[in-house]
T-cell receptor, first 112, second 112 residues
Framework: SQTIHQWPATLVQPVGSPLSLECTVEGTSNPNLYWYRQAAGRGLQLLFYSVGIGQISSEVPQNLSASRPQDRQFILSSKKLLLSDSGFYLC???????????FGPGTRLTVT | KQEVTQIPAALSVPEGENLVLNCSFTDSAIYNLQWFRQDPGKGLTSLLLIQSSQREQTSGRLNASLDKSSGRSTLYIAASQPGDSATYLCAVLTGGGNKLTFGTGTQLKVEL
């Protein structure tokens, strides 16, 4: 069966500090991977998606970036965090046979 | 641009009641529609997936319908229980089969 992991689960970082969030998927190969952000009182916003190693598409302009160094690893990064980067970050993968999307447990980021 | 709306934003019902959550979308050219459940501070759990060629899907006490031409879906929950309390999100897949657009959710509370 497939499993998706995210870490850390929670993170408190000062403004201007760097960020690295990691997502890994087990039990599938060459998945499409996604990063979403859920800000307080707002819906889920798609940030990045990747259809393969080194292939990243950005949905919104921001100070975040994403990388996919391995088939089942997706990383969200920032060089300098802003207060507005606070939120709940969710990683997801999609089953190609049905296009059903599955989500990880999420990372709660608080920028102070 | 696809827009997804969920009504009501919040709902409180007594245990045992049958209820209906509504989801509407503006672009009927979708691949599928997915209903999710989100508990506070947690990731999203997939409940039901309806392909664009299907009219409904059932899982236990849950039944989801899709009317693609009118841009509407409903999630029917039978005999609600306190454990059903959560936020319910619908999302449609469009744009080459890669991206989900989410509604803002319905926050459900089932009271004893």
């Amino acid at each position: 069966s497939q499993t998706i992991h995210q870490w850390p689960a929670t993170l408190v970082q000062p403004v201007g500090s760097p960020l690295s969030l990691e997502c890994t998927v087990e039990g599938t190969s060459n998945p499409n991977l996604y990063w979403y952000r859920q800000a307080a009182g707002r819906g889920l916003q798609l940030l990045f998606y990747s259809v393969g190693i080194g292939q990243i598409s950005s949905e919104v302009p921001q100070n975040l970036s994403a990388s996919r160094p391995q088939d089942r690893q997706f990383i969200l990064s920032s060089k300098k965090l802003l207060l507005s980067d606070s939120g709940f970050y969710l990683c997801a993968w999609i089953r190609q046979s049905s296009y059903e999307q599955y989500f990880g447990p999420g990372t709660r980021l608080t920028v102070t | 641009k696809q827009e997804v709306t969920q009504i009501p934003a919040a709902l409180s019902v007594p245990e045992g009641e049958n209820l209906v959550l509504n989801c509407s979308f503006t672009d009927s050219a979708i691949y599928n529609l997915q209903w999710f459940r989100q508990d506070p501070g947690k990731g999203l759990t997939s409940l039901l997936l309806i392909q664009s060629s299907q009219r409904e899907q059932t899982s236990g006490r849950l039944n989801a319908s899709l009317d693609k031409s009118s841009g509407r879906s409903t999630l029917y929950i039978a005999a609600s229980q306190p454990g059903d309390s959560a936020t319910y999100l619908c999302a449609v897949l469009t744009g080459g089969g890669n991206k989900l657009t989410f509604g803002t959710g319905t926050q459900l509370k089932v009271e004893l």
